[in-house]
Structures are given as structure tokens and as C-alpha cells.
T-cell receptor, first 114, second 114 residues
Framework: DAKTTQPNSMESNEEEPVHLPCNHS???????IHWYRQLPSQGPEYVIH???SNVNNRMASLAIAEDRKSSTLILHRATLRDAAVYYC?????FGSGNTGKLIFGQGTTLQVKP | DGGITQSPKYLFRKEGQNVTLSCEQN?????MYWYRQDPGQGLRLIYY???????QKGDIAEGYSVSREKKESFPLTVTSAQKNPTAFYLC?????????????FGNGTRLTVT
């Protein structure tokens, strides 16, 4: 599975936008980009995913670079409840994707200051 | 509301005892998964099942066993052969095309073996 690189930690102020970067320079054409987040002592929660085009949902937006070697998760207005570890993960359509074998790296720990 | 229920939230066992962790889902998902998470680490896949009465080993299956007799249930047994069983265990499920379908996670069982 292709590897992703994320900053270990980031800080944000409440009600400000947050841009969480993810590098995936070895991404293949069939890899979907998935984002999950995990609050302390809870299971990961799905946030968003995409393949090539930018995606929006009620939780966040996903901006994918034209060459797909990087992506950015955008939280439009951070709240205290958004403080969590955010994981950027690649899922191969034809490879290990059908096993659910998500490879979680260390993720980015987001702190939100009031 | 549909979801995944893991029980109990905390479990304590003596070394040498087998213990079974429960995972039930009412999302009508075909695929179910068990992950293990150690402090400060990402998730590692233990076992997965894409359909009733079928399951496959993940990356760290040694010392664990599972069954999938019903679509809704995927219990995990941590046997005495597992050398380092103390961890946070997470169950997940997904529907349809797993490459594109998000995983839904339970809130985990924290197992402590002394």
C-alpha cells in the first residue's frame, strides 16, 4: 500500500479554518484518498474520501492536487469537538482495498484552542 | 440509529485465560473487521470477514481467533497464545464495494491482561 506523510501535530483557534496536509507521492491511479479521525478512547470516524476531484460533505472538504501527490483536508470552522487525531489513508481499488486493510499511520493530532 | 456495538468497554483478565470480545452491527454490512491499537500507534488488522461463514487473517492474526456465524456478529477471541494481549481492540464494518465504502467503527474494548 502507498504511504502517506502527515505532520505530527497542528494547532488551530476555534471558529477558524483548518487545513490538514497529507503527502502521498507514490500514489497509484487506482488509490482512493480516505480521511478518518479518532477522538480519545473512541473508534475512528470516517470523514471524507475522494479519487481525483475535490469533494465536499457536511463535515469537511477534501482538496486533491492535480498530480494527486498531495491532498488537504479542510475543516471550515474548527470547534473544540474537532480536536482529534486525523488519519490520511490510501485505499487501492484493485489491491488490498477489498480486505479493509486500511494502513493507519501516526496521523496528525489537531489541537483546537478556544 | 444503526451502528456497531462493542462490549464490554473495559475488560480485565489474568494471564493464561482466553477472552472473547463482542462485536454486533445492525447496519446490514457484509464485511466486518477487527483491529488492534497500541498506545500512540496506528491500527493493525487482525482478522476480517467479507461474508458470513468466511474470514481471513490480517497482519497480526497469531494468538487470535474469530467466527462469523451471523451477518450481525463477529466475535474475537484473544487466546492465551497471544503474547501481548493488552491493547485497545476495534471492530469495524463496511458495505458494498469496500474500496469505496467507508469503514464504520465501534467505540472499542480496552483489554488489560495481568
Amino acid at each position: 500500500d502507498a504511504k502517506t506523510t502527515q505532520p505530527n501535530s497542528m494547532e488551530s483557534n476555534e471558529e477558524e479554518p483548518v487545513h490538514l496536509p497529507c503527502n502521498h507521492s507514490t500514489i497509484s491511479g487506482t488509490d482512493y484518498i480516505h480521511w478518518y479521525r479518532q477522538l480519545p478512547s473512541q473508534g475512528p470516524e470516517y470523514v471524507i474520501h475522494g479519487l481525483t476531484s475535490n469533494v465536499n460533505n457536511r463535515m469537511a472538504s477534501l482538496a486533491i492536487a492535480e498530480d494527486r501527490k498531495s491532498s488537504t483536508l479542510i475543516l471550515h470552522r474548527a470547534t473544540l469537538r474537532d480536536a482529534a487525531v486525523y488519519y490520511c489513508i490510501l485505499r487501492d481499488v484493485f489491491g488490498s482495498g477489498n480486505t479493509g486493510k486500511l494502513i493507519f499511520g501516526q496521523g496528525t493530532t489537531l489541537q483546537v484552542k478556544p | 440509529d444503526g451502528g456497531i456495538t462493542q462490549s464490554p468497554k473495559y475488560l480485565f483478565r489474568k494471564e493464561g485465560q482466553n477472552v472473547t470480545l463482542s462485536c454486533e452491527q445492525n447496519l446490514n454490512h457484509d464485511a466486518m473487521y477487527w483491529y488492534r491499537q497500541d498506545p500512540g500507534q496506528g491500527l493493525r488488522l487482525i482478522y476480517y470477514s467479507q461474508i458470513v461463514n468466511d474470514f481471513q487473517k490480517g497482519d497480526i492474526a497469531e494468538g487470535y481467533s474469530v467466527s462469523r456465524e451471523k451477518k450481525e456478529s463477529f466475535p474475537l477471541t484473544v487466546t492465551s497464545a497471544q503474547k501481548n494481549p493488552t491493547a485497545f481492540y476495534l471492530c469495524a464494518s463496511s458495505a458494498g464495494n469496500p474500496y469505496n465504502s467507508p469503514l464504520h467503527f465501534g467505540n472499542g474494548t480496552r483489554l488489560t491482561v495481568t
